[in-house]
């Protein structure tokens, strides 16, 4: 072990070894105490850690090796991912001398002990685990890649356009050219008139104003107070009152 290694976590791929059609990576672990164990870990979960890991560190984890669909169980390309995530784990732990990140905690594991202390360390694995099912506020958002962003928004833009054609609409608006660059509908008892309405005034439009300028005059004939009496001969003068002199 080297200097720079003492007082922290350090990690070596010893191995691999084929289960179930998917390849299983054999890694040495040694705690600060120089006490060692081996974990067995696939591809997958060293993924799922470094995913946990963003969350805190961002940008600055090491790169990890890309996922392959075809020809991933070849030698030379296990050998070649082994060196790579055996690369990856040591610069994780270059950036966390101390670790404290639990994914990171629960990845590396503790050496099997038995009797009480087991016991306890399955209390501890209990908390862990739900400590990170829980949101930390503290930790910045994961950022979004543009595939997942260009969905996410198409998502969203869908649901508000749905949400405000199923309001109605207020008549003032409907002054707007069009709402999407789409004509506006025609009231359905104008749409068979549409031409008759762009067209200009005619003279059987003029008589229909004629005709509505003599149902106002006479309407307003109707409306207009009738004088019954003068009203000088209905008002009767007080008679004159002598008072008595004192």
């Known amino acids: 072990m080297s200097s720079d290694s003492l007082g922290r976590f350090s990690v070596k791929f010893v191995g691999n070894t084929a289960v179930d059609g998917a390849t299983t990576y054999i890694i040495k672990v040694t705690n600060p105490d120089g006490v060692s164990w081996t974990l067995q870990k696939r591809y997958r979960e060293i993924r ?3 995913d946990e890991l963003r969350l805190r560190h961002g940008d600055i984890l090491p790169p990890i090796p890309g996922k392959r669909l075809w020809g991933n169980q070849e030698p030379a390309f296990v050998a070649q991912r082994q060196i ?3 690369q990856y ?3 994780v732990l270059q950036i966390e001398r101390d ?3 639990p994914a ?11 009797g009480e202390r087991s016991q306890a360390r399955q209390y501890q694995q209990i908390l862990d685990n739900m400590q990170s099912k829980l949101l930390n ?3 910045p958002p994961a950022p979004l890649d543009e595939t997942e962003m260009a969905q996410r928004l198409k998502k969203y833009g869908q649901a508000m356009r749905l949400h405000v054609l199923s309001q109605p609409v ?3 608006h409907l002054r707007a050219p069009g709402f999407d660059n789409e004509p506006l509908p025609l009231c359905p008892s104008n749409v068979d008139h549409f031409d008759a309405l762009r067209a200009p005034p005619s003279a059987a439009t003029t008589d229909d104003s004629r005709m509505l300028s ?6 307003l004939q109707i409306l207009k107070p009738e004088q019954l009496a003068d009203a000088d001969k209905l008002v009767v003068a007080f008679p004159a009152v002598q008072l008595p002199d004192q």
């Open 170 to 172: 207020d008549p003032i």
């Open 137 to 139: 506020l503290a930790l």
């Open 214 to 219: 003599e149902l106002l005059d006479g309407l």
């Open 48 to 50: 799922e850690l470094h």
């Open 99 to 101: 670790v404290r990140t």
């Open 104 to 114: 990171l905690l629960q990845f590396l594991g503790t050496p099997t002990q038995s």
């Open 89 to 91: 784990l040591q610069g």
């Open 84 to 86: 790579g995530l055996e």
